[in-house]
């Protein structure tokens, strides 16, 4: 069982930068893949990004890329969102997910994933 809480979320202008952060519990946090997804108000939850349990591989959503940056510390059971440049398109509720090595799954589905946090939520003002 891994248990994920999300923070960093909050008001940011357009350009701006923010750093979320996910905290797990659990012991064998270098075990598991981690990914963040996002739902604006109306939409479906949309992959952002996924990062492998060694912190080795990364895949980014084009609408991100070179913007976001994923990273984590398997010491401190913490994974990381990087958001610079944020546009008013990048408000959403951010969740991040995990799901363990183990298991062959497609990362940039929800249906990759088992566990999930509560969700941040970032607003980009115009």
Request: hydrophobic letters at 35%; one cysteine or more.
């Amino acid at each position: 069982q891994v248990q994920l809480v999300e923070s960093g979320g909050g008001l940011v202008q357009a350009g701006g930068s923010l750093r979320l952060s996910c905290a797990a519990s659990g012991r064998t946090f270098s075990s598991y893949r981690m990914g963040w997804f996002r739902q604006a108000p109306g939409q479906e939850r949309e992959f952002v990004v996924a990062i492998s349990w060694t912190g080795g591989s990364t895949y980014y959503a084009d609408s991100v890329k070179g913007r976001f940056t994923i990273y984590r510390d398997n010491v401190k059971n913490m994974a990381y969102l990087q958001m610079n440049s944020l546009k008013p398109e990048d408000t959403a509720v951010y969740y991040c997910a995990a799901r363990h090595r183990s298991v062959v799954a497609d990362i940039t589905t929800e249906g990759g994933y088992d566990y999930w946090g509560q969700g941040t939520q970032v607003t980009v003002s115009s």
